[in-house]
């Protein structure tokens, strides 16, 4: 008769909660990365992705490899959240800039902000140009105009 053989567990007992707690805060920072990525979309392309670890295949991680994913996720975490507050500045100092277009042309002259430095869909650009060209030029007339959009397709 074949000699039963004790497997020994694949994870320390007293390793257990370590792991336990470090896959819940990997899962927890992994959601928080979607949901920046999604905050920040379509006018916003951030960069959520991380450098690959070279493994042979699927595989359970060890402690200090639980830990390095959390680490990294943290810091791309940091990075996408930089990268979208930086974005929203820029479209928040966009539409002051627009505001003071519309109400003083004449100062802004040849001032353009196209609809996706504002943070708006579409391929509109809002333009400050003389009324009535050369002569509105000549006369001090000048209007904020907003394109018809996107060009028609070759």
Known sequence: MAARVALQPLVRPDERSARHDLRSQVGRLERELQETLISGFPRAALDVSLAPVRSA??????????????????????????????????????????????????????????????????????????????IGMLCGWWQVKLSSGCPLAA
């Open 57 to 134: 295949g699927p595989r359970v991680l060890a402690l200090g490899e639980l830990e390095d994913l959390r680490d990294r996720l943290s810091e791309q975490l940091t990075r996408a959240r930089t990268q979208l507050a930086a974005r929203a500045e820029l479209e928040e100092r966009n539409r002051r800039l627009l505001e003071r277009m519309l109400l003083d042309p004449a100062t802004h002259r040849d001032v353009r902000i196209a609809n996706a430095d504002l943070g708006e869909g579409g391929c509109g650009v809002w333009h400050v140009k003389p009324r009535l060209g050369l």
